[in-house]
């Protein structure tokens, strides 16, 4: 598995990373020991860059995560977040970031993060963000329960413009580089190249629009997303190679970022996704099919 370093942390993170959304049966119900199956058999393989958030499941990936990483956390550089703790439920106070790292720690079973994000942050007022969300972030790592911190969220445009005024350690946007969009790419990367940002494609199949199994019914996208998505998977499947060896995403690509993170519920479909990834790509959509997300910076 190759790696790169991520940004400026000196963190060396592996290109494809481990989503933990579906530990918390975002993506359907799952088993315990199936998740930590598909934690140690992704980490087996070379996957060394795991991602979660107290979001997911309300706290279940973060608890299922915990148990599988015992015995595996000096072998992987794992990132959670902050802020968000339900559907609508955001506080972005100070007070909330102290709390969140110490409930993460104790979930995940661990006394340190390697990167502390601050989770959505299009919900969250700008001032407060930058004057009192992020400074509490880095008083989180002055204590040591964080190594690095970072922001993350939907919006490009917003993440750009909170990571040109506050000097962050990492960005992550989702669902902002495939074969549905590409401005990550446009917006983020040059920011993130000047500044020294770890950049991280996190959703690579556009939380499931682009995969064989198709989007869970929660999925927020516009329907003309969904069905653009759905004729790009299914002329993607039609070939010998699925959409995940077509995406143009930058865990391939020669980025300065790290890793797309891509969630996986089980040994089986991690192992099926992981080999498929990894094979030589031998033809290649030069640009993605259309920006077809309505977000405008």
């Known amino acids: 598995m190759k790696r790169r370093t991520l940004g400026n942390t000196g963190l060396e993170v592996s290109i494809l990373g481990f989503g933990g ?9 799952i088993q315990a020991t199936d998740a930590t199956r598909a934690v140690h058999h992704a980490v087996d393989a070379g996957i060394n860059f ?3 958030a107290p979001y997911y499941g309300r706290t ?18 794992l990132a959670t977040k902050c802020c968000r703790y339900d559907y609508r439920g955001f ?6 970031v102290h709390s969140d790292i110490d409930a993460c720690l104790k979930r995940l079973k661990t006394d340190y993060i390697d990167v502390f994000q601050v989770h959505d942050v299009e919900f969250g007022e700008r ?9 509490a972030m880095r008083e989180v790592q002055a204590s040591g329960k964080a190594r690095f911190i970072g922001i993350t969220g939907l919006a490009v445009g917003m993440l ?10 990492t960005i992550l946007s989702y669902c902002h580089y495939n074969l549905l ?8 990367r040059p920011l993130a190249e000047e500044r020294g940002m770890g950049l991280i494609n996190a959703s690579p199949l556009h939380m499931g629009i682009l995969s064989s199994g198709r989007e869970q019914d929660w999925h927020p996208a516009p329907d003309e997303v969904k069905e653009t998505g759905h004729k790009i998977a299914d002329l993607c499947g039609s070939g010998a190679r ?17 890793s797309a993170p891509m969630g996986s519920n089980s040994k089986s479909s991690f192992t099926s996704s992981f080999r498929r990834r990894m094979q030589p790509r031998l033809t290649r959509l030069p640009t993605p099919l259309g920006s077809l997300v309505p977000w405008k910076p």
């Open 242 to 258: 699925s959409r995940l060896e077509r995406s143009p995403g930058p865990s391939l690509q020669g980025w300065i970022t790290t």
């Open 160 to 169: 750009h413009d909170l990571a040109a005024e506050f000097p962050v350690d």
């Open 21 to 29: 959304a579906p530990l918390g049966d975002e993506y359907g119900g």
């Open 127 to 135: 001032e407060q963000i930058l004057h009192e969300t992020l400074p």
């Open 91 to 96: 506080d972005f106070s100070a007070e909330r």
């Open 50 to 52: 795991i991602d979660v």
């Open 60 to 77: 279940l990936a973060e608890e299922r995560l915990g148990e599988a990483l015992v015995g595996y956390r000096d072998k992987v550089v």
């Open 181 to 188: 969009i590409d401005d990550l790419d446009t917006v983020l």
